[in-house]
Every structure is written in C-alpha cells, then in structure tokens.
C-alpha cells in the first residue's frame, strides 16, 4: 500500500526557512514523479513545486519560485521542499503528492497523497 508521510513543518519567522521531507514507502519510488501542493487556510489546494522521477526538470508555482527548492533523494525514497526567505502567505498545509502536477484547478488529480505538515510563518 502507498504511503507518504511528510514532517518538518512547524513554526517559522518572516525570512526564515524549513525544510520539509516526504518519506515514501510502497511503491518503486524512483519511477515517479512527484509534487508538493499547499491549503492555506480558507483557500483552495494550491500546486506548489513537482519534480521528474531522476531529479531533472524542478518546476515551481509563480509564488514560490526562487525561494523554494523541491529536490529528491531515490536512494532513500525521500522527498524535501526547502524553503527560504519564507512569508505569511506560505502559512498552510502542506503536501507530498504522486505525480509532477498533481493538482490542477485546484483538484487532486490521484488519491496518493500525504496527511500534510503545518507551517505557520508569524512574527
């Protein structure tokens, strides 16, 4: 049975940074690409950043792009979501999901997702 598990939310200073991790277990990890999405609070699923099964073509929401960085380790069946120069409006629930894009207009495309880690930016 799939399951990702993410960790490494918690509570965060405007500027300040976390690095999330999604660690994968029941499939063959490194065949698939994968993606982070987001729910701030009140607001719809929002696709944050996907990557391809090798590591290669790391793409990123408009709102996160060049503070984020999605990178994967197959080796340990592992995903991360570094993220800097971190604002308010991350605030929001966040998840590792199957798939390089796996929300579209604000749907999940596959049931294969995580339970979600907190982050909270505030001063």
């Known amino acids: 049975q799939e399951h990702l598990v993410e960790s490494g939310g918690g509570l965060a200073q405007p500027g300040g940074s976390l690095r999330l991790s999604c660690a994968a277990s029941?499939?063959?990890?490194?065949?698939?690409?994968m993606s982070w999405a987001r729910q701030a609070p009140g607001k719809g699923l929002e696709w944050v950043s996907g990557?391809?099964?090798?590591?290669?073509?790391?793409q990123y929401a408009d709102s996160v792009k060049g503070r984020f960085t999605i990178s994967r380790d197959n080796a340990k069946n592992t995903l991360y979501l570094q993220m800097n120069s971190l604002k308010p409006e991350d605030t929001a629930l966040y998840y590792c999901?199957?798939?390089?894009?796996?929300?579209?207009?604000?749907?999940?495309?596959?049931?294969?997702w995580g339970q979600g880690t907190q982050v909270t930016v505030s001063s």
């Open positions: 999901a199957q798939g390089y894009r796996a929300v579209v207009d604000g749907k999940k495309l596959n049931d294969y």
């Open positions: 029941g499939f063959t990890f490194s065949l698939y690409a």
């Open positions: 990557i391809l099964s090798d590591g290669s073509y790391p």
